[in-house]
């Protein structure tokens, strides 16, 4: 349904084009600067592209910590236009899959974030089996799971 790309030279701008909707804009943040950020962290993450066939519908960072050791996922979006159609959790399911291959570094364990009030990524992030761990950063709630 959905294939993760790394983003490069040939595909950023698409990342750069992909929008939420206005309301949704307080709750993750755009490609631009989560791109600035994998420049800074590239020793240890991996900048995607979601798509459906030949479109970005999506994005998505995977992260490592090695100070804690952990898997992060960043900033994961799905374009406006495409929302609804389950790219998000068939995305996922193919970000755990490329954790699961340990790229980084020997660990099981996965966090993200979510506003708090983000009850649809929230409900996605619970279904997938990530709980939340009681941290909570201004109003980001920490989930995590252990693959």
Avoid at 8 to 19: R, S, V
Avoid at 29 to 56: E, T, W
Avoid at 76 to 102: C, H, N, P, T, W
């Amino acid at each position: 349904m959905v294939e993760l790309k790394q983003i490069t030279e040939d595909n950023f701008i698409e990342a750069f084009n992909l929008k939420l909707a206005p309301e949704q804009e307080k709750y993750v943040s755009h490609p631009i600067r989560s791109l600035a950020q994998a420049y800074v962290y590239r020793n240890q993450c991996v900048p995607f592209g979601i798509y459906a066939g030949d479109k970005m519908v999506g994005y998505v960072m995977v992260i490592y910590d090695y100070d804690i050791p952990e898997y992060d996922v960043w900033h994961m979006m799905i374009d406006k236009d495409s929302q609804g159609k389950g790219y998000g959790s068939a995305a996922l399911d193919e970000v755990l899959k490329f954790i699961a291959g340990k790229p980084f570094g020997d660990c099981g364990r996965v966090a993200l974030t979510c506003h708090k009030e983000n009850a649809t990524a929230l409900k996605l992030y619970e279904k997938k089996g990530f709980m939340p761990t009681g941290n909570v950063y201004d109003d980001e709630i920490e989930l995590s799971v252990t693959l």
